[in-house]
Each structure stands twice: as C-alpha cells, then as structure tokens.
C-alpha cells in the first residue's frame, strides 16, 4: 500500500515474500505512476467545484519573539554540547531539563514573569533541541547515543527465557528490550476473525503490549491501544510466510517490551524469530527487523539516513521507515513520515542501508540459535495430523460424538475432525507421544481398510475343521482357509486361537468375505517329476480313456443346507 503526492511518497506498508530491495523500488515507483493520475482526477474535480466555499484561515497562537531569540542564543550551545556527549536515554534527559531550568533560574525573584515566560520557553526550547540534534547529524555525522548513522547497537538476546512457556526469548537492542513467548495450540485454539466483509481462523497470530513502565510511566492500564495494535499486524505480517504450511500447530506470540528506547515492534520481530526456534517450530528462515530514521535540511538539501533510530531520533526526525526481512528479502515494511514526502534517491538509500543492518541483526540471531530445536519442549503439546476417507468420520465420531470422546479421555488427547472435499482431516495433540500414537491406532482400527497384496499380521480369533478365522485388525476377519496355509495338503489346522500368524490378503469372495492366504508366502516346493511309463504300459492303440459317470445332481433341503455327503465348496463357511 503506497500513500503519495503528485511530487512525492508519503507513506508505505505492506507483506511482501521475500522480495529485493529493487523489487520494491520497481513496485513503489509503478504505484506512483498511477497515484499521479488519480491526483490529476482530483484536480480536475476540483476544478469544477470552484472556488464556492471561502477557505478558513488558521488562527495561528501568539508569540513572543523577544523570548524566541533569548532561548536560542542563551541555549543552543548548551543543547548542542549535550546532544555531542554520548549519554543513555535517561541521562541525555535529565541533562537537557536542566539546561531548560538553568534558563528559567533567571526568573525566579519575578513570579509573575516567570509564568509568562515559562509556556513559551518550553515551546522554543523543543525547537532547540531538534535543530541542535539534526545539525549536529547532517554536519557531524555524530547521533545522540555517540553512533555514527549506520552503526546498530549492541545486541544482545537469549532463548528459553521462560522454562514454563513452550518456547521463549529475550531480545535486547540497546535501550530496548522484547521478552517474548510463544504458545502452541491445536485447531481448536485458533484466532476467529469475524470481521464486517470476511471471517475465518487465524492459525497464526501475535500479540503486542507496550505497558507504560517500559518508558518510566506510570498511568493506568485501559486496554489495548491502536499503536498496539498496529506494531503487533506489523509483526505478524513480518513472521507469517516464515511459517511452513505444514505446520500443524496454532501459534500464538505475545511480545511484552520492558524498555523501550525506539523500534521496539522491530525488536518483537527478532524476539520472535528465536522464540520460534526455541519451540521447535521449523521456520522456514529467521527474520530481523529494523528501524530506519532520516534528517534532512531544506535549506542546504542535505540529507542523512539513520539505522537503528532511537526514541528521540523518531520524535526529533523526519521519518519512521520500519523494514524486516530474511537474508534473501524483504517480508514487511511501513513507512510514515514528517515532511512533504520523499525522493527514490532517499527511498533507495534508505532501502540499502536497511539490508546492511538486516544481515547485521541476522547474525547476531544465528548466533544465539542457528536453527530451529528439531523437535517440541517435552512439556509442549505434540501433534500429528492423519487423513481418512470423509466416509468414516461419521464412525471416528461415532453417535453423539461417544467414540471421539471416550478415545480423547482414554488417551488424554485432543481430537479435531475436519471434512475437506472428499477426505477427513483429523488433527490429534497431546503432550504423550505414546498417547497419542494410541489414539492414531484406534482410529485406523475404525477406519481400517485392507489393501489387496497387503501382508498383514495377524491372529487367530477361532479355529474350524477347514481352515482359521484370523483378525487382521480389530473389527477385521476373514478365512485362512486350510488349503491356503502350507504347499502340502493337509489334514488339520495347525493353529489354536490366539496364535500370531501372517497372512496375505488375496481380495473378496463372491459373498464378499475376505480371503487370506499364507503359503503364497513360503517358497513353491519343486513339483515330483513323473516317471515315464515302460514299453507295452500303455493303452491299446486307438483306445481312449472311458468317460466317467456323471455326478448326480446337488439336492438341497428347503432350509437351504446340503444334504449329508454332498460336496461343499471350499470358499464356504
């Protein structure tokens, strides 16, 4: 999404995957082309309304310029030599009242002057301190923290932060700090987006707070606030495509900051990224963030780009280009500004030195965790996903859900059914690899269907004079018929109930029970070789073999069984 004027960018957020920093030059330079033309439209319609309503003049608030001209010349030397000294967040403010109060000392023996002067000191010494810091970058190249402007601070991070949490890290950048924990979760846990033009789930979602004690506030707690919201969508969409789709987990992150001195919803991402690996979730690659910062001159056109801004350099700047990323890309980013808009000179610059400090982050991840933990924490919930046929989820189910239910209590697990098209997926967590390895067990026994060829073992459920029904699987007989069970003939079943046996399985009868069969899996002995007959043994010439008499003709009682003596066919039971 780009933001412009007919001259220039103005604002830019987006999703990408994994796109070049020339890319996104490439697609914020076509987005401006068509922005122009729409603008056109808005002139042109402008045009046609005229000039009918009288344009409203601003009430600009009073000045003093006597006081204007005493503050700066009585405190931009003090400010400047402040902003110089390399001083943390605290201290650089506590110099910088001081100097404020050491100007409104003068006015102490004069109550009544002292509050005139005072509203409009504090308005032109906020002027002093921003000019006094970005001549101090655009001419020194020295930031408020002594860094030069490419330079990121120190960083330093941990994982397993929180034993309890499935996976955790800590991620600090100088003055600002993400403690971060993930969740894992099953379908069931999913995020329901139920919003005016779409609802779904969201398997993937992180959380952002930003309490007041982070800055050194101290205000009451009332609610999540817009930024929150922003910074965390943000982070998210940073995160999101590094998530396999494989993946059988809902994820949850929540990022809490602790301290904050500028880019703390880039400081979630990379907590984020290692509190992933910490969980065994096998991103695809880590992903950094960083924070981008610009000053600029308006008079002289100089122009410097900062990595890594602080809190001050983000209030006194002119830009807050937030960028994230992987090694090969960009995966978001969101851009706001404070001037009129910006030039792709300073849009490319920008872009390129953001990368430098990416792979820079980078590194300092992989070397806390190079990749992710090959499996979940012990105490984290395990999960498998399995496929049935849509055919037998009503059977999984069973009625009233009783089946599903009694094997989620037997096994301690959760058991999610969902019909896609033509298959049931199901989803099964639970912290036991054993347990769950039951439930999958009971459910293939549910849905087991033999496959034809198919070596099963086997055992035997009971034991008939012509053969053996054997339980491939619970629910699941059929016939080893005795014939079927060695080469040679013979005369008893070999086996009693109970006994393991492995069994083919060779297809379906024609009253549609299973046929099993076990010596097609021993070795076909040799067959005997016939001896030839001698000289004079044989028939008379011309003389056939007599034909033998017919059988007689089945008779079957009205009951329909067979008479005694009569054949029985050997696939009968």
Not at 9 to 19: A, D, F, N
Not at 123 to 140: F, G, L, P, S, T
Not at 300 to 317: M, N, P, Q, R, Y
Not at 337 to 351: F, P
């Amino acid at each position: 999404m780009v933001g412009a004027t007919k001259d220039s960018i103005v604002m830019v957020e987006g999703e990408m995957k994994e796109i070049s920093e020339a890319e996104m030059l490439e697609a914020i330079q076509f987005a401006h082309v068509e922005i122009k033309k729409q603008v056109e439209a808005q002139e042109r319609l402008a045009e046609k309304v005229g000039k009918s309503l009288p344009k409203r003049e601003y009430s600009h608030e009073n000045h003093d310029e006597a006081i204007r001209e005493k503050v700066w010349k009585e405190t931009y030397d003090k400010v400047y030599e402040v902003a110089k000294t390399p001083s943390g967040k605290e201290e650089r403010g506590e110099k910088f009242k001081a100097v404020l109060a050491e100007f409104l000392a003068q006015y102490v023996e004069d109550a009544e002057e002292l509050e005139r002067v005072t509203p409009f000191a504090k308005v032109y010494y906020h002027d002093v301190e921003k000019e006094a810091m970005r001549q101090m970058i655009i001419n020194d190249k020295i930031r408020l923290d002594g860094r030069d402007p490419e330079t990121i601070r120190p960083i330093w991070s941990e994982i397993d932060y929180l034993p309890g949490a499935h996976g955790s890290a800590i991620f600090t950048r100088g003055e600002t700090q993400s403690l971060t924990a993930v969740t894992l979760g099953s379908v069931k846990d999913a995020n329901m987006v139920d919003s005016v033009m779409v609802n779904y789930d969201e398997r993937f979602f992180l959380h952002y707070n930003f309490p007041p004690f982070s800055t050194g506030e101290a205000r009451p707690l009332r609610g999540t606030s817009r930024r929150e919201v922003g910074h965390g969508n943000l982070a998210q969409r940073a995160l999101a495509n590094m998530i396999p789709e494989e993946n059988p987990y809902t994820i949850r992150i929540v990022s809490d900051i602790l301290e904050s001195n500028g880019s703390s919803s880039m400081a979630t991402v990379c907590a984020g990224t290692l509190a992933l690996m910490d969980a065994g979730i096998q991103i695809t690659k880590p992903v950094s963030g960083i924070a981008m910062g610009l000053v600029t001159d308006v008079k002289t056109g100089k122009f410097t780009v900062l990595s890594d801004i602080l809190g001050d350099e983000d209030h006194l700047g002119d830009m807050d280009f937030k960028v994230t990323g992987t090694e090969d890309g960009i995966t978001a980013c969101q851009m706001d500004i404070k001037i009129q808009g910006l030039s792709m000179d300073i849009m490319e610059k920008a872009l390129l030195q953001a990368r430098n400090g990416r792979l820079h982050i980078l590194d300092k991840l992989n070397e806390t965790i190079s990749a992710p933990r090959e499996d979940v924490k012990p105490h984290a919930p395990k999960m498998v996903m399995m496929e049935i046929s849509k055919d037998f989820i009503g059977a999984v189910i069973g009625p009233g859900g009783k089946i599903i239910q009694q094997m989620q209590k037997d096994t301690d697990t959760v058991i999610a059914i969902e019909e896609v098209g033509e298959i049931g997926r199901i989803e099964i967590s639970g912290v036991s690899r054993e347990k769950i390895n039951d439930a999958i067990a009971r459910i293939n026994e549910i849905t087991f269907v033999p496959v034809v060829g198919e070596v099963y073992q086997g055992k035997v459920v009971k034991v008939m004079d012509f053969g053996a029904f054997v339980a491939i699987a619970k629910g699941t007989e059929g016939l080893l018929h005795i014939s079927e069970i060695e080469w040679a003939r013979l005369d008893k079943v070999p086996y009693n109930e109970g006994d393991q046996v492995e069994v083919k399985f060779m297809g379906y009868d024609d009253r549609k029970k299973m046929k099993l069969s076990r010596k097609v899996l021993l070795p076909r002995p040799p067959r005997p070789e016939q001896k030839p007959r001698e000289e004079g043994q044989g028939r008379p010439e011309g003389q056939n073999r007599p034909e033998r008499p017919a059988r007689p003709e089945s008779k079957v009682n009205p009951e329909g069984r067979d008479q005694p003596g009569e054949h029985k066919p050997l696939n009968e039971a």
